[in-house]
């Protein structure tokens, strides 16, 4: 059983950056597409960014493109997300989660895995 734990959260100023972790267990990372996602307070989940079993990528949310990347390390089983020039609306709890069947999905109902998440605050 696939499992993933989020880490690299935490208080930053508004243009600072952060690069988030996912690590996986159980499973190899390149057998699943990994989408990041983030729920502010009060709001519905939204897909950030994904990255399929072939290593393509793309940005779903349009307030992060140009900001936020996406990229693997097959050999540690980790997913990163670099976040740069954060802003105060960055502010969510951020989850990494797994799909098995492939492709690029925006919605958190495609996914099948998901860790516990890690927080992300930014303010001055």
């Known amino acids: 059983q696939l499992q993933l734990v989020e880490s690299g959260g935490g208080w930053v100023q508004p243009g600072g950056s952060l690069r988030l972790s996912c690590e996986a267990s159980g499973s190899t990372l390149d057998d699943y597409t990994i989408g990041w996602f983030r729920q502010a307070p009060g709001k519905e989940r939204e897909g950030v960014i994904c990255?399929?079993?072939?290593?393509?990528?793309?940005n779903y949310a349009e307030p992060v493109k140009g900001r936020f990347t996406i990229s693997r390390d097959i050999f540690n089983n980790t997913v990163y997300l670099q976040m740069n020039s954060l802003l105060p609306e960055d502010t969510a709890v951020y989850y990494c989660?797994?799909?098995?069947?492939?492709?690029?999905?925006?919605?958190?109902?495609?996914?099948?895995?998901w860790g516990q998440g890690t927080q992300v605050t930014v303010s001055s």
């Open positions: 990255i399929n079993r072939s290593g393509h990528s793309t």
């Open positions: 989660a797994a799909r098995s069947n492939g492709g690029l999905y925006s919605d958190a109902s495609s996914y099948d895995y």
